[in-house]
């Protein structure tokens, strides 16, 4: 019998500059179901969308000054596993 350490990817985690504007285009646009409004606090905005069987995780943080100074937005920034 095997065992695994996770069933599948829960989200996929996209950090971007805008995150109204990615969840505007996908959920509004394209359609795509909204699996988590839109939220924002002090340190990030973020939402999410489904996308399959996954939910894709639109990322944008108030401040981007813990990224290397050559990184380009919007990138693939995780995955997390249920």
Do not use: C
């Amino acid at each position: 019998m095997s065992t695994s350490a996770f069933k599948n990817i829960d989200h996929v985690l996209v950090r971007v500059k805008n995150a109204p504007l990615m969840m505007d285009l996908f959920a509004t646009k394209l359609g795509l179901p909204v699996s988590w409004p839109l939220q924002s606090n002090d340190f990030v905005t973020y939402g999410w969308v489904t996308l399959g069987n996954t939910n894709l995780e639109f990322w944008a943080a108030s401040n981007n000054s813990d990224l290397p100074s050559d990184d380009v937005l919007p990138l693939f920034h995780g995955l997390a596993l249920e």
